[in-house]
């Protein structure tokens, strides 16, 4: 099947040749117009996942500083209450020298 005949008028294969270049010229629009904004749409999408992601970990990471910093201050509470003792021990090893 050809899509141009011998015996089509001139109108004819200008109408059909509009036609191709016409369907190509639709294609080349997609690709340039359309479809870019198709795909910053799932780029969108997939930073948005990222986004959310992030401020998961951002939170995780929130609650395990406030626990470090907690449990440092309890070990550091520790410190202060064994160097007590150390100090108190000292004295009474002295005092019964």
Known sequence: ???FKRDDGVL????KAITV???IF???IYFHTIHPVFQKESELQDLRKDKVNIQTDNERLGKETAKI????HIQTEKIKDLNERAGN???EIESKN
């Not at 004819?12 to 109408?15: E, G």
């Not at 910093?69 to 440092?72: E, Q, R, S, V």
Request: aromatic fraction near 16%; hydrophobic fraction near 55%.
């Open 1 to 3: 099947m050809n899509f």
């Open 26 to 28: 639709g294609i080349w």
């Open 89 to 91: 021990l000292s004295l």
């Open 69 to 72: 910093k907690n449990d440092l």
């Open 21 to 23: 270049v016409s369907f």
């Open 12 to 15: 004819d294969v200008i109408t």
